[in-house]
């Protein structure tokens, strides 16, 4: 038997767990200018998908999942630094995506996932270096792994060891 006295309160807490049942979350992450999304290397646990560019030209990332609420989700993609005109990497700290990626349900915000920021180099910049035949690597490679459901982001780089 179940006794209470705030109904009103236990009705808008049933009503919002059936809601969640069937709310549409879309996560949106604008790539900073600085990297280059591998638009192949985008996986997501559940939902869809849109590539596309904001007003200023950056690249984002759309994901979007319908009616699955209480389930830990992921979405992993690569980004890739930009060399300048010269072929070179910089050095420095970068912020992976243009602000926080923010979690909606409907049109209620309901995460921020703050932009890593993701340091590299020393003081020298690394001149880019040609890869041999067959060798399918490059100079650097920037990952990055969202998981919605903690509200955590988890960046891995790799870096080539210097010659």
Known sequence: MFVSKDTA??????N???ANAYGSY?????????????VNSIQVSAGEVVVGQDENGNTTITWTINGMPFTKHTMTFQEKLKADE???YP?????????GAILYNGEEQ????????LSRGDETPVEPEVPETGDSSS??????MMVVAGGAV??????????
């Open 154 to 163: 988890l960046v891995l780089v790799r870096k080539k060891k210097a010659a």
């Open 16 to 18: 919002d767990a059936i």
């Open 86 to 88: 010269n072929g070179v």
């Open 91 to 99: 050095n420095g700290s970068f912020d992976t995506n243009e602000g």
């Open 110 to 117: 309901v995460n921020l996932v703050p932009t890593p920021v």
């Open 139 to 144: 100079p650097l490679f920037w990952s990055a």
């Open 9 to 14: 309160g236990f009705s808008q807490a049933v």
């Open 26 to 38: 879309t996560l949106t992450d604008v790539v900073d200018p600085a990297f280059e999304l591998d």
